[in-house]
Nanobody, 120 residues
Framework: QVQVVESGGGVVQTGGSLRLSCVTS???????????GSWYRQQPGKERELVAK?????????EYADFAKGRFTISRENAKNSVYLQMNRLNPEDTAVYYC?????????WGQGTQVTVSS
């Protein structure tokens, strides 16, 4: 069973930065690179939405929500079974629970989420 654990959330002031990490375990050895990785977020009272996605392999293809373009960067490190989200120039509208998702062959695995709070 694949397990996903996020970390790196916290409280930051407007304009600050955070780096979220997502570590997976339980993947077949050497197969993590075959998973696509994504970060989603859920703001209070709203549906979960995609923040960024990264392709399998060396992560050469990335996709960002409009609000994330130019501020957030998704990356991966296959040797550490990890996906990261660097978030810069944060603002209060970025306050949410951030979730990591990895997918292989239409099977999706979610973490428990990490809270990000941006104070004004």
């Amino acid at each position: 069973q694949v397990q996903v654990v996020e970390s790196g959330g916290g409280v930051v002031q407007t304009g600050g930065s955070l780096r979220l990490s997502c570590v997976t375990s339980g993947t077949i050895r050497g197969l993590f690179s075959a998973y696509t990785g994504s970060w989603y977020r859920q703001q209070p009272g709203k549906e979960r939405e995609l923040v960024a996605k990264i392709s399998s392999g060396n992560g050469g293809l990335t996709e960002y929500a409009d609000f994330a373009k130019g501020r957030f960067t998704i990356s991966r490190e296959n040797a550490k079974n990890s996906v990261y989200l660097q978030m810069n120039r944060l603002n209060p509208e970025d306050t949410a629970v951030y979730y990591c998702n990895v997918e292989l062959r239409a099977k999706y695995y979610w973490g428990q989420g990490t809270q990000v709070t941006v104070s004004s």
